[in-house]
């Protein structure tokens, strides 16, 4: 999809102020400041896709939280992903702009961008497992998509937010992204999302892959927090993986190794004035509008 067709459909979606349409040109400015790569190969960028591979939003008493997801590649699989949107800011007449990220390659990924007030520094690299009693990947690309729909519906998850309500996750059917022709030892894959009944943002990532190694083929997974409250998943009912915010390790600005990271960004006009840039900071976040240091 061309980036003037993704904005007729993103305004599509936005039928009320057209805050989707008139947001992915600032998206897209914000993702393209960073470079990435890999720790074992530190002087290959990875590729940055500038078309979104999602789009959601959220409908809540504060007003419409909006944004779009970005995907780097490295050797065709996903090796990262960064997420922007944005919510009203009403003080500034205005939106605040955040910054949302998960590491999804096995290495430790490499951050980097210039001027930069906040930073995503990983500290090691996204964990894949076996799927017990998954079979042998199929010889063919649409054969292994059939089984990879399978696998997925397998797992199951839910959240618990901060007045410990639980919200049962949606998968959504269609996965995020799929390589079906991936290097270096994984032959097929993809990323799935799931989302929460409040709205289409997604709070975990499925990763499933069939990798080669040894002569030897197998399906693996993976999973990813991708939201700031306690996440649980279950493959055929027996829980496999969970983030679970603890107000140490585990906070809403980052998990335990930082594979998830989120942080406010800056306020700006829906027509991309700059009114204020943001830090995060151990006591909060501190607001520099425009003009100061």
Known sequence: MGFLSLMLVLAAADPDDGTA?????????????YSLTVES???????????????WSNPVEQ???QGVIFLWLRDGR????????SHPAPRWKGRKVLHEFLALDRDKLRVSRPNALNEWKPQAGLERKEIPDAGTPAATAGARLVQIRRLAQEFTGHSIDNERQRWELRLLPTPLYRYPE??????DGALFAWTSSAGTDPEVLLLIEARQEDGKTRWEYACGRFGVISMYVQHKGTEVWSSILNGS?????????HLYRIYPEKIVTPEGKLLARMRLTPSGEEVIPVGEK
Do not use: C
Request: charged share 25%; proline share 7%; glycine share 8%.
């Open 182 to 187: 991936a290097k270096s030892g994984v032959i």
């Open 41 to 55: 190969a530190p002087k290959t960028k990875l590729e940055l896709k500038k078309e979104p591979i999602f789009q």
């Open 78 to 85: 996903p090796a990262a992903l960064g997420g922007i949107w």
């Open 21 to 33: 349409k008139k947001m992915l040109p600032i998206y897209v400015k914000e993702i393209s400041e």
């Open 63 to 65: 007003g419409l939280h």
């Open 249 to 257: 390790s585990n906070v809403w600005t980052h998990d335990r190794l």
